[in-house]
């Protein structure tokens, strides 16, 4: 499995074009080529389960080492239940064998790590148990660093500039529903559309809202992982002018400067991603407006209920980063009180202005991280407070931060 993830991530697609027409590889020699050409995979061929499939296909690249061997005792555990304090050892390798086939010596040492045989079984099967926690042996904690970081990291920054990539994308071209709706003959009566009156149908299967539920899958099973998203992030490709041989309406050129420069992803995600999401809705209400009233019909079940979900997800996304103590969690603090601060001020005078998004929807958004920033405090504090009960009184080191 790490020699063909390896292999996997290692190849270049031919993704762009440059300035002669010519072709190019993938933007950087960090990014995951070969999750990057998934990523851009047209939207014809979506099909129910695509999303899982790859965000389940992300955790296996990732999953390598302590890290593997913590979800493969997870899993384990999983197994038993209070009507089921005992399982026989071929029961857990048939339900767990694509798991266990990853690396059956790893698989051993997991087994081993939380389960024993009960006291009197006999020696003609072998019957499994799980170990009390109290009496489960005591390794160092992988939480801080994750066992590939080359691998985990060029993961991020791919996932990172394609959330980026795929929403200017979709600043430039018509949401699928509404481009459905629009091939709908209008009723007798009703003008028909112009040509090129709005803009072509989003051309990817998988959009920026599905990149983020794939990084929140990422972030809440891999431990450390967040701790990665302090690197810089990759660069937008420099975008050519024009392609010889297509006339200017057939190319969608999508400007590489359109993505704010930051110091790392995290930064991209509250400073870039937060106003061009909040945007969105603005965008779908502009596009719906072009609708024939016959054709609006079509999407009013629909509403703007898929676009009312990108920041929800984008702040789940962003608390899932600040999961565990530790600097990804201190800057987006910072980040929710500088936001506050912004939008106490009120919008900006000029109506027009694409910078800081539909200022309503960042209120909500910044809100909602902000809460969500201080329930996974109070969590945190609450776990550490118990387990500092067990330490003959003394202060853990975040505990006497926080007096401090």
């Known amino acids: 499995v790490q020699l063909g993830a390896r292999t996997f991530l290692e190849y270049q697609p031919r993704l762009f074009l440059d300035s002669s027409g010519a072709s190019l590889k993938a933007p950087t020699e960090c990014n995951a080529g070969g999750l990057l050409l998934l990523?851009?995979?047209?939207?014809?061929?979506?099909?129910p389960g695509l999303l899982q499939m790859l965000a389940d296909l992300a955790l296996l690249l990732l999953e390598e080492g302590p890290t593997l061997q913590q979800r493969m005792e997870t899993e384990i555990l999983n197994l038993f239940s209070p009507q089921k304090r005992v399982l026989p050892a071929k029961e857990i390798l048939r339900q767990l064998f694509s798991l266990m086939g990853r690396n059956p010596q790893l698989f051993e040492e997991a087994l081993k790590a939380v389960t024993q045989r009960p006291n009197g079984s006999s020696a003609e099967q072998l019957l499994l148990e799980?170990?009390?926690?109290?009496?489960?042996?005591?390794?160092p904690k992988s939480r801080g660093s994750v066992s590939n970081v080359a691998s985990s990291l060029s993961i991020l920054q791919t996932l990172v500039f394609e959330?980026?990539?795929?929403?200017?994308?979709?600043?430039?071209?018509?949401?699928?529903?509404?481009?459905?709706?629009?091939?709908?003959?209008p009723d007798e009566g009703e003008e028909p559309l112009k040509p090129n009156q709005l803009p072509p149908s989003f051309p990817l299967a998988v959009g920026a809202d599905s990149l983020l539920y794939i990084l929140d899958f990422l972030?809440?099973?891999?431990?450390?992982?967040?701790?990665?998203?302090?690197?810089?992030?990759?660069?937008?490709?420099?975008?050519?002018?024009?392609?010889?041989?297509?006339?200017?309406?057939?190319?969608?050129?999508?400007?590489?400067?359109?993505?704010?420069?930051?110091?790392?992803?995290?930064?991209?995600?509250?400073?870039?991603?937060?106003?061009?999401?909040?945007?969105?809705?603005?965008?779908?209400?502009?596009?719906?407006?072009?609708?024939?009233?016959?054709?609006?019909?079509?999407?009013?079940?629909?509403?703007?209920?898929?676009?009312?979900?990108?920041?929800?997800?984008?702040?789940?996304?962003l608390c899932s980063a600040a999961r565990h103590a530790g600097?990804?969690?201190?800057?987006?603090?910072?980040?929710?009180?500088?936001?506050?601060?912004?939008?106490?001020?009120?919008?900006?005078?000029?109506?027009?202005?694409?910078?800081?998004?539909?200022?309503?929807a960042q209120v909500a958004a910044v809100a909602a991280l902000a809460a969500r920033l201080l329930s996974a405090a109070a969590a945190a504090e609450r776990k550490e407070e118990g387990s500092g009960e067990g330490t003959g009184g003394q202060q853990t080191p975040r505990q006497e931060e926080r007096q401090l």
Request: proline content about 9%; charged content about 20%; hydrophobic content about 45%.
């Open 39 to 47: 990523l851009r995979l047209a939207r014809p061929v979506f099909f």
């Open 130 to 139: 799980p170990i009390p926690e109290s009496s489960r042996p005591q390794r």
């Open 163 to 185: 959330a980026c990539f795929s929403l200017e994308i979709q600043h430039h071209t018509s949401f699928p529903k509404i481009h459905e709706a629009a091939l709908k003959e």
């Open 219 to 317: 972030l809440t099973r891999i431990p450390g992982l967040s701790g990665l998203l302090l690197r810089a992030p990759m660069a937008l490709p420099a975008t050519p002018t024009s392609i010889p041989g297509l006339a200017p309406e057939e190319v969608l050129l999508v400007d590489g400067h359109a993505v704010s420069v930051q110091k790392s992803m995290l930064l991209v995600m509250t400073r870039h991603l937060l106003p061009r999401f909040a945007r969105l809705a603005e965008l779908w209400s502009a596009q719906a407006e072009i609708l024939r009233p016959s054709q609006k019909i079509v999407i009013q079940q629909a509403g703007t209920a898929g676009v009312q979900r990108c920041l929800p997800h984008l702040s789940a996304c």
């Open 327 to 360: 600097e990804p969690r201190r800057v987006l603090v910072v980040e929710a009180i500088v936001a506050l601060q912004a939008l106490a001020e009120g919008p900006k005078q000029d109506s027009g202005s694409t910078d800081r998004g539909c200022y309503g």
